[in-house]
Nanobody, 116 residues
Framework: QVQLVESGGGLVQPGGSLRLSCAAS????????MGWSRQAPGKQRELVAG???????NYADSVKGRFTISRDNAKNTVYLQMNSLKPEDTAVYYC??????????WGQGTQVTVSS
């Protein structure tokens, strides 16, 4: 079992920045990849950024050059640094973790609102 707790969401003006955090606990040794997805009202959940631990990162075209995913192994935490935020980035952001058994765990989500 893996537990994920997101934090760092909030209200920010267009052009501003936020950093989301996702703290993992439990069977963290089995995690090989993590990611951030988002879901806006009335829309499907979409992958924003992913990291295969120790290998590579990938981003949705809509956030390339603005968002950065990173991991602090000592803190078992994955971050999503979001810069140059736009109103269309408004959504609930979810962290997920893929483990070696094939399961995929999700956090509870954190709201990000970009508005003036």
């Amino acid at each position: 079992q893996v537990q994920l707790v997101e934090s760092g969401g909030g209200l920010v003006q267009p052009g501003g920045s936020l950093r989301l955090s996702c703290a993992a606990s439990g069977s963290i040794f089995s995690i090989y990849a993590m990611g951030w997805s988002r879901q806006a009202p009335g829309k499907q959940r979409e992958l924003v950024a992913g990291i295969i631990i120790g290998v590579s990162t990938n981003y949705a075209d809509s956030v390339k050059g603005r968002f950065t995913i990173s991991r602090d192994n000592a803190k078992n935490t994955v971050y999503l640094q979001m810069n140059s935020l736009k109103p269309e980035d408004t959504a609930v952001y979810y962290c997920n973790a893929h483990v070696s058994t094939g399961q995929n765990y999700w956090g509870q989500g954190t709201q990000v609102t970009v508005s003036s």
